[in-house]
């Protein structure tokens, strides 16, 4: 079948009308089976991890981006984004005020514009001498009250990095080490992800690591998806076209193959 007719009618208008016309024919069936995989619906409708509150990083710099983008999941079928700012002592500063200043301020413009979905801010922090302290004196914000998002330098695998995932385990709280597919100190050391594992990390997953399938860090996450070590899927959204390829790569198979492999918590509820 011509795929600009599959796609002037829908891909599931296709497989319904196939469905209602001749469910037990040979032919028809097989047809169905190829497009079995376009029916698939996104299990995920809780995103963690965007850069979605205006002007406190390298994420939306207006309101009026954030809510264009915020639309778009809702338009999707989210019903929750996590946002998670990033806490780099360097380069952005911010701190849980500026960050439930910034949430309020976004909640209310969604009131506004009777924009029907729920917004949690928590944090993206970056190991760094900065991020001890704050464990230390525990000004830390975690999503669903109880899980850190964490990153490190893609290059060099800090030296405090088990420290920090100690101290924040110590302080009640469970680690979630942000794109693990994206550290290239980690690439020739599988056995360090699963070190990371039994200590207690979970690990976060972009969806937008899987666009191109001929990237390094596309390569890692399918390796990380076949190994069923992914716990959490997020948009890791900066901009509106982050959200443009969510929506493609929702339709594709590997995507699909990420629930097949892996237990992943965000997914209607938080766990
Ligand atoms: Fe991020």
Known sequence: MDMDIVTAMGKNNIINFLSYYNFKNTTINKIMQLFSHCAFKNPISIDLHSHLLPGIDDGVSTLEESLTIIKKFKSLGYTKLIITPHIISDSYPNTKEIIQKKLLEVQEALKKEQIDIEIEAA??????????????????????????????????????????????????????????????????????????????????????????????????????????????????????????????????????????????????KLI
């Not at 009640?172 to 980690?186: F, K, N, Q, S, T």
């Not at 056995?191 to 937008?208: E, I, P, R, W």
């Open 123 to 268: 944090a993206e922090y970056y190991v760094d001498m900065n991020f001890l302290k704050l464990i230390e004196k525990d000004e830390l914000i975690p999503f669903s009250g109880k899980y850190l998002l964490f990153e490190t330098s893609y290059l060099s695998k800090p030296l405090i990095l088990e420290k920090a995932i100690f101290d924040m385990q110590a302080k009640g709280y469970i680690p979630v080490l942000a794109h693990p597919e994206r550290y290239r100190y980690m690439y020739n050391d599988i056995d360090y992800y699963m070190k990371l594992k039994s200590l207690g990390v979970l690990f976060q997953m972009n969806t937008k690591s899987l666009r191109n399938t001929s990237s390094p860090v596309y390569k890692m996450a399918l390796k990380l998806i076949e190994l069923g070590v992914i716990d959490f899927i997020g948009s890791d959204a900066h901009r509106i076209h982050d959200v443009v390829t969510l929506e493609r790569i929702i339709s594709e198979r590997v995507y699909k193959n990420i629930f097949e492999k892996n237990n992943i918590l965000n997914m209607f």
